[in-house]
């Protein structure tokens, strides 16, 4: 569909599915690495905690990044902006993808991964504010709909896709793509460099912008702040709650640098990120409940992969390949999601999507190491199906409540704290599931008297360890349907 913007017409369902393909290669760079781990730790002979490096970089620079999203929305032309972040990811995925397999050439595989977080966190907040400039009200819901495609697919595709890739050689259309590490990159490459090379032709500058001063007091205490209180999270799954230089002390002072940089966002005529969001009630109730939605999807997906592979030994493929039948639910979903918004609006839809979570999640508080694959498998489809239900409306909800001059300190304010939930709730499952699986861990003595009880108990304890995780994700998603009492219904909240 064309439309006329400073007498000129564009299309902007050309410009959106440009910039959706640029999304797609950010989503999958955030989630594709995992799998490939134990290959790369083989390849560049590290250890987990030196491997682990290039996803704490990741997090740490793409965290960073999207509170600044915001100043960079309203004073760098959409075109160039777009641009400039997919530029990022394909040098950074370059860099990653010709690293040299020699141990002393890890950093530049780190670097690789610290430019593409420096795409990534533009390109999904970006999108976010061009669906709202771009589209009218009445249409949002369906946009934010295909949105829900990549910020919810991604997350189960990126280590089907790798898993699938280092499982053995595949020819595709007379080409081989090697079942080496670095050809996870290749698809990423591809989608990412045609996206990059349409930008120039054919995105617009759908964003006003204007010359607004830097404040750099306020990006420095926005980069260690969030640096440092991410950083700290981060560390949780490899030193404990309990490590006071890697863990107690970034938090605290993370959490301390974030209160001073508030507070002078509110000092500020023109803040670096516009705190006062918070103030409208139906957008801070959304992003409550974006939050606890962000934390029960994590809660599940981040631990049914090691189940699957650790009790039920599943190899990485099978398990990812359980997982993605969810992001096809999610995907068919999501589309629909935003049709049905328009007509039943936020309220009704995101009780539905809570509901069908909460179901999916309960049955997984009782799994055993014999409950059958095609259960979980239903189970995780059910759970993406609400999550799809519950991700836009709500997104919708809390940007449709603020007026679109503020709609791009709204999205960074929504996506900062989706970012900050993840890294907590990854803390937090990860802490809980090795503590509850050491404290039921039966006497090691018993590995040498009766190694085959000793084997049974350890079992059950690990099983221990993930019910819990689930019942926490179960918590999570009961806490998000009851903060619907207080959600302002209708299909777009007042500004």
């Known amino acids: 569909m064309s439309v006329t913007q400073n007498g000129k017409s564009y299309n902007r369902t050309l410009v959106f599915t440009i910039m959706m393909l640029a999304a797609i290669t950010g989503s999958l760079m955030q989630t594709s690495l995992g799998t490939a781990l134990p ?29 600044l999203s915001a100043y960079l929305a309203n004073r760098v032309p959409t075109k160039y902006l777009q641009l400039f972040a997919s530029f990022a990811l394909l040098i950074g995925i370059t860099i990653s993808m010709l690293t040299p397999e020699d141990g002393d050439w890890w950093w530049m595989f ?12 533009v390109i999904l ?10 589209y009218a009200p009445e249409e949002r819901g369906k946009a934010m709909g295909m949105m829900g495609l990549v910020v919810g697919m991604g ?49 617009k500058n759908i964003i006003k912008t204007s010359k607004i001063k830097m404040d750099y007091f306020s990006v420095v205490l926005s980069t260690i702040g969030f640096g440092l209180f991410l950083w700290g999270f981060t560390n949780v799954s490899t030193e404990g709650w309990g490590d006071w230089g890697e863990v107690i002390l970034p938090i605290s002072a993370g ?52 189940y699957l592979q650790n009790i039920r030994g599943l190899n990485p493929f099978d398990s990812g390949l359980t997982l993605m039948w969810g992001a096809l639910c999610m995907g068919f979903i ?30 997984y508080i009782y799994l055993t190491p014999e409950t059958p694959t095609l259960l979980i498998t239903v189970l995780y489809a059910l759970r993406m199906a609400g999550v799809a239900l519950t991700m836009m409306p709500l997104t919708t909800a809390a940007m449709g409540s603020l007026p679109d001059e503020m709609a791009s300190h709204g999205t960074a304010a929504n996506n900062t704290v989706r970012q900050i939930a993840g890294s907590v709730v990854v803390a937090l499952m990860t802490s809980v599931v090795q503590n509850v699986t050491s404290n039921h861990l039966p006497s090691s003595s018993l590995k040498t008297t009766d190694p085959i009880l000793y084997a049974s108990k350890a079992l059950n304890a690990s099983m221990d360890g993930f019910q819990v995780a689930f019942i926490l994700s179960f918590v999570f998603a009961i ?6 009492i207080f959600l302002k219904s209708g299909k777009e909240s007042n500004k």
């Open 334 to 363: 999501s589309p629909i999601a935003g049709i049905l918004y328009n007509k039943v609006g936020t309220k009704r839809l995101s009780f539905v999507g809570f509901s069908l979570l909460a179901l999916g999640t309960l049955p």
């Open 479 to 484: 806490i998000g349907i009851f903060l619907l």
């Open 125 to 134: 907040p970006l999108l976010q504010i061009v669906i709202i400039n771009m």
């Open 155 to 203: 997350p189960a595709i990126g280590p089907t896709l790798t898993g699938w890739i280092l499982k053995q050689n595949h020819t595709i259309l007379g080409m081989t793509l090697s079942d080496q590490w670095q050809s996870i990159f290749v698809i990423p490459f591809i989608i990412i460099a045609i996206a990059t090379i349409l930008t120039p032709i054919f995105v």
């Open 110 to 121: 780190v670097a690789g991964r610290i430019v593409t977080a420096l795409g990534v966190g």
């Open 255 to 306: 959490i301390i640098v974030l209160i001073l940089f508030g507070w002078r966002q509110l000092k500020l005529d023109k803040p670096f990120l516009d705190i006062r969001v918070f103030m409208n009630k139906n957008f801070t109730i959304a992003s409550a409940q974006i939050i606890l939605l962000t934390m029960a999807m994590f809660g599940v997906e981040m631990m049914l992969p090691t």
């Open 39 to 67: 290959s790369l730790m083989k390849a560049f002979d590290i250890s987990i905690s030196t491997a682990q490096q290039a996803t704490t970089w990741f997090l740490l620079t793409n965290g960073i990044m999207v509170p």
